[in-house]
């Protein structure tokens, strides 16, 4: 299928998922663009997307660092794990870091902010189904973290993330995220990718990342 049969395809589901889900506002597809060639993201563009997710700072530079110029409207998203060595770029590039997870990171993020004097949209990596491999804050840490540690470097996260684990039904991940989301009273929850968005939209979903169902594999 082209690009667009495939994006015609996946506002369709959305649309039908938000219908069951009676969404009072339709999420935002975040098209994930890391490791696509740049025909794919040309034809993105061609079709309107303007938000997209990218997991590495060092490949969204070398796909977006030219093409923003000609897109004022570009919202670009980091959804991969960031080295705090990193964080002056990832401030630099991204309107929205979706993956703090750790007291490191607020403090090396807290100094970018204010060194660059740019204020990206922060969301919490919540890890879950508390898996040792993969990032985020444990759930039964996230309270601690985020009225403590996040206050302390005048960090105000507006949202949580999370990426349930490959084996498990991803409904109960996504229904325990947004009851958190909703005790912090945060706003934005991303969560949901190619293969569980409709079911993510149901739970409440503001922003879905989706990638292969759009794009086509990866390289
Ligand atoms: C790669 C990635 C996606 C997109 O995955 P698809 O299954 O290709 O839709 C979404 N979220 C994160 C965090 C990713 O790393």
Not at 6 to 15: C, G
Not at 98 to 120: F, M, N
Not at 186 to 210: C, K, N, W
């Amino acid at each position: 299928m082209s690009f667009d049969e495939n994006l015609a395809d996946i506002k369709a589901r959305i649309n039908k998922a938000c219908e069951r889900a009676e969404c009072e506002t339709t999420p935002e597809l975040v098209a994930v663009s890391k490791r696509q060639p740049d025909d794919r993201i040309e034809a993105a563009l061609k079709a309107g997307l303007r938000v997209f997710g990218e997991n590495r700072v060092q490949e969204a530079q070398s796909h977006w660092a030219e093409r923003r110029a000609g897109y004022p409207d570009l919202k670009l998203r980091l959804i991969g794990p960031l080295q705090s060595n990193k964080s002056e770029e990832a401030v630099a590039l991204f309107d929205t870091i979706d993956v703090l997870d750790r007291a490191k990171l607020c403090r090396t993020l807290a100094e970018a902010i204010q060194k660059i004097g740019k204020s990206p949209e922060i969301l919490v990596q919540v890890n879950t189904g508390e898996e040792p491999q993969k990032a985020g804050v444990l759930p039964g840490d996230l309270d601690e973290f985020l009225t403590q540690t996040c206050r302390e470097y005048d960090l105000s996260p507006v949202g949580l993330m999370c990426i349930p684990p490959a084996e498990e039904a991803p409904g109960p991940h996504f229904a325990l995220l947004a009851k958190l989301a909703s005790r912090y009273g945060l706003p934005q929850l991303s969560m949901g990718m190619s293969g569980d968005f409709e079911t993510a939209i149901l739970y409440g979903a503001t922003h879905i990342r989706v990638g292969s169902a759009l794009f086509g594999e990866r390289d």
